[in-house]
């Protein structure tokens, strides 16, 4: 298999930025390792603060501009320096931060597959949502149609949690996620999905 993205279809893919996400650029990424393949879809769980949604402080996060005295949890995640390759709001709306041909900041100390630092070959998608809480029907359809679209243009093999790729660490997205639905969504083998969970 090739480790390198395949050609771009239907014009989805603007080199990694995908057409259908609103496009707003983080300062942090930096340059995949040259031998990554990217073949790991990593779902995370993420609101500002936490359990409260419709703000943008999730972007002001990945870009940097966070005011740190605007809440006092976020005196506890002050210089926090973090991104992720997109970001999927309550009603479905689709954010992109960094280009999927670069590494996003978003795993930490992971591992998976057999393979540590796994933001080195993954692309990570936040959901906005609390840990252990459901997600809306609309998350589950943009989510779906951006992990058919990546595995059209990356050699995807695996799709799984940080709650998988950290366990003891990380707990989301939790037991409120419904990968079954995901899994029924995209019509993908129960192999390319955690077998069992954290």
Known sequence: MSKHPTPERNR?????????????????????????????????????????????????????????????????????????????????????????????WHAGVSCYRGRDNCNDDSVGIELEGLEGESFEAGQYETLGSLCAALGQRYPVQHIAGHEHVAPGRKADPGPGFQWAVLQQSLGWPSRYFPEEPA
């Open 12 to 104: 989805l893919w603007d080199g990694g930025w995908y057409r259908f996400a609103r496009r707003l650029e983080s300062p942090n990424f930096g340059p995949r390792p040259a031998d990554a393949v990217v073949d790991l879809l990593l779902i995370h769980s993420i609101s500002l603060p936490p359990g409260q949604y419709g703000g943008d402080e999730v972007q002001r996060l990945f870009t940097n501009t966070l005011d740190w005295n605007a809440h006092p949890y976020f005196k506890s995640i002050e210089g926090m320096q973090v991104s992720s390759h997109f970001y999927i709001r309550r009603n479905g709306e689709l954010w992109q931060f960094v280009s999927c041909n670069e590494r996003a």
